[in-house]
């Protein structure tokens, strides 16, 4: 049987065809890569931290009847109401 000539285009044109595909192939590796690091590193930027997630309650206002201040009083503990300069808001008590 004779066998096929092949001539040094065709070999070159071959080679050629290959790099590009392998550099097709590199690429898409590469991107796929990078779309899977971009997507976890976005779950992890955009997710909700767990106190946010619930709906924003209000709080609670407690009135010390001892000296008439004012505490705000949220589900995760009570802090004092403050005015705008920092001292405690008190309200001072009549008696009746």
Not at 24 to 46: H, K, M, N, P
């Amino acid at each position: 049987m004779p066998e096929a000539a092949v001539s040094r285009e065709d070999v070159e044109k071959f080679e050629r065809e290959c790099d590009r595909d392998n550099r097709r192939f590199g690429f898409f590796v590469l991107a796929t890569f990078a779309a899977c690091v971009a997507l976890v590193l976005g779950v992890q930027y955009f997710r909700v931290p767990p106190q946010m997630q619930k709906t924003p309650v209000l709080p609670d206002i407690f009135v010390d009847p001892a000296t008439g201040c004012q505490y705000l009083k949220f589900y995760s503990g009570v802090t004092p109401r403050l005015l705008p300069d920092g001292t405690p808001f008190c309200v001072k008590q009549t008696e009746s």
